[in-house]
Antibody
């Protein structure tokens, strides 16, 4: 069974940093592109970043470019999102998902990031 | 990286059909056949319902039908059931490995 489990969310002050993790199981993690997608409270989905199977190609939404870094450890079947210079508008549930035909076929349950003073 | 446009709400009675539109541009929906649709219940993770415009993942009822014409994609839900009441999001590949979502449509089964 494919599973994605996010962790690392929490409360952080504006300007602070946070590192999210996503533990994958049930599939050949190292063969898939994976991505982060977020959802602000009461709002819609917003794509954040993608990373290719070997970790050498990373792509970001304009809203997080230069502040967030996506990475992966295929030996540990884990996806990461390093978030720096956090802003109030980054407050959201962050989902990791497996890329499938330029969509997302499996999703984690999400981890809540709250940026507030 | 502009969001796709969806109506905020849609509704229908049980047994009826309802169509949700998703309007993009010639740089995303109009250029690529990588439109996907997601169903989300409150407090839950989204679920993939349609990929590549009209393909259904295993387990998705054939009451869910995806299509595309020009810069607009559509999701039609036929034979509406109470369990179909949820938020629906479209998404599209926008080139250069960028992905974009629609703002979401709340489907109400009357």
């Amino acid at each position: 069974e494919v599973q994605l489990v996010e962790s690392g969310g929490g409360l952080v002050q504006p300007g602070g940093s946070l590192r999210l993790s996503c533990a994958a199981s049930g599939f050949a993690f190292g063969e898939y592109w994976v991505q982060w997608i977020r959802q602000a409270p009461g709002k819609g989905l917003a794509w954040v970043a993608r990373i290719n199977s070997d970790g050498r190609t990373t792509i970001y939404a304009d809203s997080v470019k230069g502040r967030f870094t996506i990475s992966r450890d295929n030996a540990k079947n884990t996806l990461f999102l390093q978030m720096n210079s956090l802003r109030v508008e980054d407050t959201a549930i962050y989902f990791c998902s497996r890329d499938f035909r330029f969509g997302a076929d499996y999703w984690g349950q999400g981890t809540l990031v709250t940026v507030s003073s | 990286q502009s969001a796709l446009t969806q109506p905020p709400s849609a509704s229908g009675s049980p047994g009826q059909s309802v169509t949700i539109s998703c309007t993009g541009t010639s740089s995303d929906v109009g250029r690529y056949n990588y439109v996907s649709w997601y169903q989300q219940y409150p407090g839950k993770a989204p679920k993939l319902m349609i990929f590549e415009v009209s393909e259904r993942p295993s387990g998705v009822p054939d009451r869910f039908l995806g299509s595309k014409s020009g810069n607009m994609a559509s999701l039609t839900v036929s034979g509406l059931q109470a369990e179909d009441e949820a938020d629906y999001y479209c998404g599209s590949y926008a080139g250069n490995n960028v992905f974009v979502f629609g703002g979401g449509t709340k489907l109400t089964v009357l």
